[in-house]
Structure formats: C-alpha cells, structure tokens
C-alpha cells in the first residue's frame, strides 16, 4: 500500500488522537485516547472500542498473521475496559476523571491459540499524537449501580482487569463510600502492576480501602503460587478487609483471565479447579445476570 493510500484510510477511519502513552513494561501500556468530538457519556466499570487499521505496523516479536485478501483495508476492533490512573498529578482524587480523553490499560498479547493476534502488536506501535479510532458508543453493565453507600466492596482482577476496577475505586473514593473497600490483583511479576505506588499511596489514605497484590512468576513465588482463588479459601481476604464476606451487604466485581472467574458452563456445572465464582457460590453469593434480570452480589466481566 502507498504512503498516500495509508493517509486516506487514516484520514476515512480514523476519529481520535494518542494524547499520552506510557509504558511500565515493554508489554504493558497506560494509552490515553481524545476523541476528535466530545467524550460519550459513560458510568466507571463501562467499556468502550479502539481500532486501528491491518495497515498499520506490528511491533516485532508476536506470532505471524496472514491478512486475508480484501482485509487489508479493514478496521480491527477490539472491547477495552475504560480505566483511570484515579489521581491527579498532584497525588489529589479529581472531581472528574479526564476532561476530554479516556484512559486504557493494556497488556500485549505476542501469541494467542486461536488466531494471531490483531489488535495489540499495532497497539504497541503507536506514539503520542498518532491517530487511532474510538468506538462513540460506551456500553457494559459492570457498574457501581447495585452498591449501596455502606457495603463492602470487593475488586478481584488479574492482569489488566484491574482497568475497570481502578475507575470504580476512583467513583468510590470521590463519593467518600462508607463501606469497605477492597481490590486485590493477580499478575505474572511485580513489573505487571502497572498502578502499584499510586494504589499503595490510597491504601495509606484511605483507612477504608485496601489493596493486594499477587505475583505468580517471580522467583519467590516458585512452588507456592498464590491464586485470587486462594486469598479467599484461605480467609487471607476477610482478614485484610477487616470484615466477613457477608452475602448481604457485599459486592464482590471480578475481571480478566476467566480461569480466575470461573463462570457456569451451559449445564450450570462449574469449570475445574474452581474459579471465584464456585467458591463464593458456596458461601451464599448469586450471580448478577443483568441479560436474564437476575440481580446478584458477584458482578463479572471477561476478556476472552
Ligand atoms: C468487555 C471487554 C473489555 C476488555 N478490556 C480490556 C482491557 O481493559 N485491557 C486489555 O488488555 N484487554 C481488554 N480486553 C481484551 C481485548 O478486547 C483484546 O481481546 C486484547 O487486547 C487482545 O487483542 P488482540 O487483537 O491483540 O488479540 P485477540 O485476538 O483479541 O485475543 C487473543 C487472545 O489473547 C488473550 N487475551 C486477550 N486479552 C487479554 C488480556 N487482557 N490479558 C491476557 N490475555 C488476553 C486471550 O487468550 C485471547 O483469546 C477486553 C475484552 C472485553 C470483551
Ligand atoms: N505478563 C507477562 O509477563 C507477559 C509477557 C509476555 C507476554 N504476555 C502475554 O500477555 C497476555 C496476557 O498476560 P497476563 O499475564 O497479563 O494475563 P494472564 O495470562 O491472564 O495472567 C494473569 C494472572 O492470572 C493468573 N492465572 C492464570 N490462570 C489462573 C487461574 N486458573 N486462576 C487464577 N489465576 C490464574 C496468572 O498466573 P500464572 O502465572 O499461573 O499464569 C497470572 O498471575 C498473554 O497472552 C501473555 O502471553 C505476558
């Protein structure tokens, strides 16, 4: 394709400029996006689309991809939590969270089983100022609307599930959320938390909040790997929040890897080992199943 080809379709598709871009790890990114128009009207814990074209660029080191002919004019679109770094420059919770752009945590997938992946290795070939497409609509039922001002609140994420989490903490704290609150991330090595001094300086602050985190792949962790799963069996949990898991006045949000969330099959019967879901089940809690109107305290949102 030539270079005046490749500036139409951006030209065509294109609706949104890179406004910041950082990177804690070569395969992690914090991306803020600014919409060409006014940022949709949204809840924390929603998501929203990014795309860029088969056109653009791949960063090098992912699995192959073949583009199939008549694709490589075509957008490639992907769903991202819409996440919030929750204070300000100054270390201070905003009134707002982003005036005119919307914030993405975002981890590179190099090789995936089903099909190479798309998104991600063009992702992480782009710079502040270049220009991307964002989805207008902003959807998701994974919201703070159930919660009522004195229950606890429980975050349970893995990698960049935490992306909704964090923008939720953020609608929490600014709210001065009476209950307790509690977020707890699962991530290969230490250099997987991309948040890490910014939530340990809100647990310092924040006497109703606490934050955990959990290392599966560094050195110490070698045949004692500590899952989301086991913070809970071990009652490690309830001990760090301070309070039980009570069914009647907790929300518990899960979001990521669906190994950890570990929702029914279609038979109702559980995947095995046990994801959250089974072992909170078993101690009273019901799904939130927003499609079928079946209100729950366990809110969920997958990536895959
Ligand atoms: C509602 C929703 C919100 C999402 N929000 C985020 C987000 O905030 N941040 C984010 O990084 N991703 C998020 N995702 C995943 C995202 O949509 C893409 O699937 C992902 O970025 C990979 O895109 P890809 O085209 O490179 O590969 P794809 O072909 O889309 O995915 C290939 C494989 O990569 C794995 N994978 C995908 N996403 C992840 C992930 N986040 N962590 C670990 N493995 C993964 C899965 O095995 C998947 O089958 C979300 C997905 C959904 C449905
Ligand atoms: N993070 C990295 O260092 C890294 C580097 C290069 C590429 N990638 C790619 O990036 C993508 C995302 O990686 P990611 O690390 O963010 O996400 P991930 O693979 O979902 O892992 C996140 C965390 O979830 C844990 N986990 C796995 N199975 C679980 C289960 N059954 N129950 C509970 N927790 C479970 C993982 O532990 P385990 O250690 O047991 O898996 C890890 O601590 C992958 O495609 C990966 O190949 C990641």
Redesign the pocket.
Known sequence: MTTDEIAELRHKHYNATVAALNLP?E??MILRVRPDTEVSAHRPGQYSTLGLGHWEPRVAGCQEEIIKPGDDKKLIRRAYSISSSIVDESGNLPDRVGQDWLEFYI??????EKAP?ALTPRLFSLKAGDRVFLGEKIAGHYTLDPVQPTDNVIFLS????EAPHNYMLWQLLHQKHQGKILAAC????K??LGYLAIQEALTRRHANYTYLS????EVG?TGQ?V???DLITSGQLEERLGDSLDPARTHVYLC??P??I?APNVDKSFPQ?P?VIEILSQRGFKMDQPNLKLKGNIHIEEYW
């Open positions: 790890n395969e992690l981890v590179l997938v190099r090789h995936a992946p893995t990698g960049t599930g699962c991530v290969r090595l250099r997987d959990l290392t599966t792949r962790n790997k899952y989301i799963q990521g890897n190994k950890m570990g080992p994801g």
